[in-house]
């Protein structure tokens, strides 16, 4: 084999090589990435399912309130 054709060689290797390990990183990080969506996403909805029950047990006081002052 020539020089140019083991240098050329060489090159590709490392090229694909450094191409394949570059995508298999990109991959990796975007799943972490949707992984920590899906649990901020929980976290949200876990926060809001709080939110209404205290907006519903304050809506509950507030109708036992007012049907003590005008009885229905």
């Not at 990183?25 to 876990?46: N, S, T, V, W």
């Not at 047990?57 to 003590?68: A, D």
Request: glycine content about 4%; charged content about 35%.
């Amino acid at each position: 084999m020539s020089r140019i054709a083991k240098v050329t060689l060489v090159s590709v290797i490392i090229l694909s090589t450094g191409t394949i390990f570059g995508v298999h990183y990109l991959q990796k990080k975007e799943k972490e990435a949707m992984h920590a969506g899906i649990i901020r996403d929980k976290e949200r909805k876990h926060e809001r399912l709080k939110q209404n029950q205290l907006e519903h047990e304050r809506q509950v006081m507030l109708r036992k309130e007012y049907e003590k002052i005008q009885p229905i």
